[in-house]
């Protein structure tokens, strides 16, 4: 028994080897969620506890990962603020927030409505999971969930949210306040009921210059993280295509940036050295089969000090994903041999 390696890793402990798991791991690439796809829809799934937390141990019993990502969505604790969604297949919100009032219809009455299946799916998984392997939580960022609730979908570079953070920043900046608020609170749920660890992905990150999102953005980022951090939870930050705004993430309070593949872990490590670093191989490079996968591994693994470095790739793994890839960079990660 190596106890939790995600939590040496975050805190930047001395590991036996390097943990490694992959974002998207529970759906997608596995044919044994496609086959609980045909008769199950994404939304029954993730609302089922029996069934989600079925799916989030899925990876773990193909693959030796050293996590368990709590099969849910982004979009999952919104229904309690009054959103409605569906997936098409990504979030498709029924009535996009543009105003004052859509702002003001936000509201969360009692944080034990912010989608308690997730909550009780993360008790499930960690009662379910051996105790050498984490259980992570999750939720999407203040900006990231706002590019959704103000554009209405995934847009490329969401111009009405762009648009309407030029034209209304006092408006955006209630909406982040509330979404800030309500994700702490649901972080921590999560921390209760077991997630040794919580991920917030920002996946849309990049859209605006460096000065915007220290104005509009970064406050309300600040105070999630701030309020998750002293409830003693580790927090690992996820940031895509967001190259220049990298160096202003890692000054936000939390044990690990993830990063895309993008940027350079090793000098990330160099420009960090207090934080644990999650990452990074391009997602793409696992569609170029097994032989590429070891190649890009074995060169993440040859660049990137083994201290505070948690394997994973620089986003979510592609839905036609071959397996043996995956099976590549396990063997990439369990081959090393640390000093
Ligand atoms: O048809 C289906 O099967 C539904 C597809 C699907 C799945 C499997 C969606 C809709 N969400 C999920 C699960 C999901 N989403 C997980 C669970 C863990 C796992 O799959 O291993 C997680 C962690 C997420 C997170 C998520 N959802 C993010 C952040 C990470 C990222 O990929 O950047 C984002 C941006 C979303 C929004 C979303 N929900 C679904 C899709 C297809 C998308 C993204 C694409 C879009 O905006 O259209």
Known sequence: MNGKLVLKALARGDVPRRPLWIMRQAGRCLPEYRDLRRTHSFKALSGSPDL?????????KRFPFDAAIVFADIMSPLPALGVQFDFAPGPVVADPIRDQAG???IRVEDPDALAPEVIETVARVREETPNDIAVLGFCGAP???AAYLVEGRGVKDFPTLR????????VLDGLLA???????????????????AVQVFDSWAGLLSLADWERLIRPHLRTLLETVGASGVP???????????????????????SVDWRTDVAEAQRRWPDRAVQGNIDPAVLLGGKDATRRAAEDLLARVEPRGHIVNLGHGLLPETPLASIDALVEAVHNEVLP
């Open 178 to 196: 509330r979404l800030s608020s309500a994700m702490a609170d649901y972080l921590i749920a999560q921390a209760r009921a077991g997630a040794d």
């Open 52 to 60: 989600a937390a079925e799916v989030s141990l899925l990876p773990l």
């Open 163 to 170: 648009a309407f953070a030029a034209a209304k920043p006092a």
């Open 235 to 257: 927090r690992i930050l996820f940031v895509q295509n967001a190259p220049h705004l990298m160096d202003a993430y890692a000054e936000l309070p939390a044990e690990a940036i």
């Open 143 to 145: 900006w990231t969930l």
């Open 103 to 105: 702002v003001d219809a």
